[in-house]
């Protein structure tokens, strides 16, 4: 596999999105439940995206016919991951939250090759232990004896189960389920497609929002800030990211998209440091080139 220019932006541009995600997330905290947060954000991603696809909501019923496959979709990707980050965040740092994120390459390769029958290569697992080394750079900001001192929250666990979904809805979105293949699926555009997962995505999580009230109750603070957060959720971690993920999976494949991910630690540091007044410190410029490294090795 190439990586080209083209592609590498592809990749590139959703972990930079999803690391803002992770840090607003953690700044609204207290302003609004995760899974509320998470209920907005997509209810809003399909108001925006209802023009584009209008001709699939006019009449839905290819999609129903294919509802099963679009249903895990929209369970995974969008009722799961996104719910249990911003849970993890309650209890979790941004930093933290990227951080586990970083191994989503294990994920990605351990989720091919148990249930695809993909088996890693070398330059893969190479690229992995790369990638890897820079994240631990970024955990010890340096000082390998920093490493000793990290400690993880019960918002850690959350988020490997988070990304043991995204790995699956990953896969799944390179190798469809029956109906979805290429061959099979309506003549969507990109707007459609997204939305044909959406419109499922949005059921769940509007679900698991109401379950959250019962079991959780707690009030939604509004704010000028809140309502730009939930601006920002809704259209570039939600449209813009989803919509390059989903292009540069289908060209790329799932375990290559899975070290790009790696960049999230690192994009979460520069916008912490940012929002904080404090230049990134070298070991960042560091922890970026290892991971693009590693990037790089597995492409090969």
């Known amino acids: ?19 803002g995600n992770a840090v607003i997330g953690r700044l609204v905290r207290n302003d609004i439940p995760p899974m509320a947060l998470n209920a907005l954000r997509w209810l809003i991603a399909f108001l925006l995206l209802a023009p584009l696809a209008r001709r699939l909501l006019a009449d839905p019923r290819e999609a129903l016919k294919r509802w099963r496959g679009l249903a895990w979709l929209g369970f995974l990707g969008m009722g799961c991951y996104n719910s249990l980050q911003y849970l993890a965040l309650h209890t979790s740092s941004p930093l933290n939250v990227t951080l586990i994120t970083a191994s989503m390459p294990v994920w990605m390769l351990g989720v091919g090759a148990i249930f695809y ?19 631990a750079v970024v955990i010890a ?63 769940f999580s509007g679900l698991a929002a109401g379950a959250e009230q019962v079991v959780a109750p707690a009030p939604i603070h509004w704010s000028p800030m809140l309502v730009a957060v939930l601006a920002y959720v809704a259209i570039c971690p939600s449209l813009i990211a989803y919509r390059c993920w989903g292009l540069g999976v289908a060209e790329a494949g799932p375990a290559l998209a899975g070290f790009f991910v790696n960049l999230t630690p690192v994009f979460a540091a520069v916008i912490s440091a940012a929002l904080l007044g404090v230049a990134p410190a070298w070991y960042h410029g560091l922890a970026f080139l290892l991971i693009a490294a590693g990037i790089l090795v597995s492409s090969r």
């Open 117 to 135: 029958g993909v088996k890693p290569a070398r330059r893969q697992l190479a690229g992995a232990a790369l990638s890897l080394l820079g994240v």
């Open 1 to 19: 596999m190439k990586l080209t220019p083209r592609l590498a932006v592809l990749l590139a541009v959703p972990p930079l999105l999803w690391a």
């Open 141 to 203: 900001r340096g000082d390998p004896q920093a490493l000793l001192a990290v400690h993880f929250v019960p918002g850690d666990l959350l988020m490997l189960v988070a990304l043991f979904t995204w790995a699956i809805y990953s896969w799944m979105l390179a190798r469809p389920a029956p109906g979805l293949r290429p061959a099979e699926r309506p003549d969507w555009n990109w707007a459609e497609s997204l939305m044909s997962q959406l419109m499922f995505g949005v059921v």
